[in-house]
């Protein structure tokens, strides 16, 4: 009954599932607040280049893609806070450039590397050593608490940024920190969905919230469980059926939000009902 967890690979698969899938909405959820959920798209191709990096100095792939979309993700918010370039012009200059990056890196970097970064565009969860499972856990970690104990700020600037600067909130270091924040996001949730799909963790869960959460804290928690249950079944189910885990998981969050989106507008429908009668 419980084979898929025989195999090595498949403990190591469901952890980095768990821990990403519970994280990756905790960021997420202030991105939507902000109007910025292709923030993660656009790191997610300056990670790109970091993970190009890390094949062509043949060291840890995660841990350059750490560093290069931390760099991005605060040059990105310097951008919007200094110069006049618009959010959605600034994201655009970085998916584009981290495309170029990591195309030009890779043509310096062996041949096998072409092979080897199709798991990072993807995922590849079957192929998640222990080395890249102590750097998830540890990265989830430290989102997890961040966003647990700066909720309130994080809330304050997502909400209304001028009254939060007026109240003295450290406004543009606490929007450098979501972007760092993002970028690491979406370097951990690389090896689960892959790059290319990384957003859909970080969002799809919090607008299948937004659905029926009636509170900020309450479409948080269901974000996040939305999250870590769509990853672990995406797993188990690829296992039984050879799927591709990352695919099969953002298919099931999207499935999930046409669920909730038919459970809430049937809510509205009882309640106006009841309102009626």
Same mark, same amino acid.
């Given at each position: ?109 062996? /041949? ?5 970064? !199709?798991?990072?565009? %993807?995922?590849?969860? =079957? &192929?998640?050593?222990?080395?890249? $499972? *102590? ?78 959460? /009636? ?5 948080? !928690?269901?974000?996040? %469980?939305?999250?870590? =249950? &769509?990853?672990?079944?995406?797993? $188990? *189910? ?40």
């Amino acid at each position: 009954m419980f084979e898929f967890l025989e195999p090595a690979f498949m403990q190591r698969a469901l952890l980095a599932a768990f821990v990403v899938g519970l994280c990756a909405p905790l960021v997420g959820i202030f991105l939507v607040q902000r109007r910025l959920s292709l923030m993660g798209d656009g790191l997610g191709h300056i990670a790109l280049t970091g993970v190009a990096l890390g094949f062509l100095l043949q060291t840890n792939p995660v841990v350059t893609a750490v560093i290069v979309a931390s760099i991005g993700a605060v040059i990105l918010e310097l951008i919007r806070s200094y110069g006049n370039t618009s959010g959605d012009l600034a994201l655009a200059i970085l998916f584009y450039g981290g495309i170029a990056g990591g195309v030009l890196l890779i043509g310096l970097s062996a /041949k096998q590397s072409n092979v080897n970064l !199709l798991s990072y565009l %993807f995922g590849s969860l =079957t &192929t998640v050593s222990r080395l890249d $499972i *102590l750097i998830i856990v540890s990265l989830a970690i430290f989102i997890f608490f961040t966003t647990l104990i700066l909720r309130k700020p994080f809330f304050a600037l997502c909400h209304d940024s001028e009254f939060a600067q007026v109240s003295g909130i450290p406004t543009k270091a606490l929007s450098i920190l979501l972007a760092v924040m993002t970028a690491v996001t979406v370097t951990i949730a690389m090896r689960v969905v892959g790059l290319l799909l990384v957003s859909a963790l970080m969002i799809i869960p919090v607008a299948s919230a937004q659905q029926l959460g /009636k509170s900020f804290s309450g479409t948080r !928690l269901m974000a996040s %469980f939305i999250g870590a =249950t &769509t990853a672990i079944t995406g797993v $188990i *189910l690829s296992f039984y059926f050879d799927l591709a885990p990352g695919a099969l998981i953002v298919v099931l969050v999207i499935l999930i939000f046409i669920v909730m989106i038919a459970a809430a507008a049937l809510s509205r429908k009882l309640n106006a009902s009841k309102e009626m009668s």
